[in-house]
C-alpha cells in the first residue's frame, strides 16, 4: 500500500531529515492458480477447483528514511479454507495423465514479510522515483487432503531476494503512485519467481508535522516456486490480487 516515507515529501529547512511512518490497510484477495505435485498417484488443483473464496485480512507496513535512504517492512498474511476438486492420476513428464475428480479439503496459509532498503533518485516537494533491493520469506502451511490419491501435506519457510523500484507523486493533497518487486531465482534449491505490483491513490486529510493519509489502490502478486522435499514434489503458482483501504500515518 501507499507508503508514506517515500511520498512524504519536502519539509522546511530547519525539520529534521528522518521520516517514520505506518501504514494499515483491509485487503480481500481470491486465490489464482494451481498446485500440483507429480508421481502416481499425484494432483491438480486450481484456484477455482479448490472452491475457496476469498482471504480477508489487513496488511501492515512499516517504514523510516533519513534523507533519500530508507527502509520499510511489509508484512500480507493469507489465509484460504474450504472445499472443492481436484484431479489426480500419474501426473508428471512420465506419467500416464489424469485419471479421474475427486473431493477435495483444502487449508492455506502464506505469510509473506518483506524487507526493502531503496534509495530514492528523484526526491522533489511533488514527486519521489527510487530504486531498491529487498529480503523476503514466506511460510507456507498447505493441507491438500483429496477423499483419493496422495495428499500435498507441506510446511516450511521460503527465503528470497527481490529488487524493487517506486513512485510517487502528489498534486494538492491527492495522492498517487505505484511500486514494483520482482525477482526470477534458485534459493536454496528451490527455484522461486516472485513479483509484485501495486496502484496506490490517496488523500492528505491532515497535512502538518504528524501527517494522515486515506488510502487505497490495488495489489497483485505473483509467486511460483518448485519444492521438492521428504513427501514428495508440489509446483505451486500463485495469484492473489484485490483492492484495498486503509491508513497512513507519516513523522
Do not use: C
Not at 512524504?8 to 505506518?22: I, K
Request: no cysteine; net charge negative.
Amino acid at each position: 500500500s501507499l507508503d508514506p516515507s517515500k511520498i512524504l515529501l519536502a519539509e522546511p529547512e530547519a525539520a529534521s531529515d528522518w521520516r517514520f511512518s505506518g501504514n494499515l490497510v483491509y485487503s480481500s484477495r481470491p486465490l489464482a492458480g494451481s498446485f500440483v505435485s507429480t508421481g502416481l498417484g499425484g494432483m491438480v488443483a486450481t484456484g477455482e477447483s479448490m472452491n475457496l473464496g476469498s482471504s480477508d485480512a489487513m496488511m501492515l507496513a512499516l517504514g523510516i528514511r533519513y534523507k533519500r535512504v530508507g527502509i520499510l517492512l511489509n508484512y500480507m498474511p493469507t489465509s484460504y479454507q474450504g472445499q472443492g476438486t481436484a484431479m489426480i492420476g500419474d501426473v508428471g513428464p512420465g506419467g500416464g495423465g489424469i485419471i479421474k475428480e475427486t473431493p477435495l479439503d483444502t487449508k492455506i496459509d502464506v505469510d509473506m514479510l518483506l524487507a526493502n532498503v531503496y534509495y530514492n533518485l528523484i526526491q522533489t516537494p511533488t514527486s519521489v522515483f527510487g530504486v531498491g533491493v529487498g529480503f523476503g520469506q514466506t511460510v507456507i502451511d498447505l493441507n491438500l487432503t483429496p477423499e483419493e490419491g496422495t495428499p500435498i501435506l507441506y510446511q516450511g519457510t521460503q527465503p528470497f531476494g527481490f529488487l524493487s523500484m517506486h513512485m510517487s507523486n502528489s498534486y494538492k493533497r491527492f495522492l498517487y503512485g505505484f511500486n514494483i518487486n520482482a525477482i526470477s531465482a534458485e534459493f536454496e534449491g528451490v527455484q522461486v519467481t516472485y513479483s509484485d505490483y501495486k496502484i496506490d491513490l490517496g488523500y492528505r486529510l491532515i497535512d502538518k508535522r504528524v501527517k494522515f493519509d486515506i488510502v487505497g489502490g490495488y495489489r497483485l502478486v505473483k509467486f511460483y516456486a518448485d519444492v521438492k522435499y521428504s513427501g514428495g514434489e508440489v509446483v505451486s503458482t500463485l495469484g492473489l490480487e484485490g483492492p484495498f483501504l486503509g491508513v497512513n500515518v507519516a513523522y
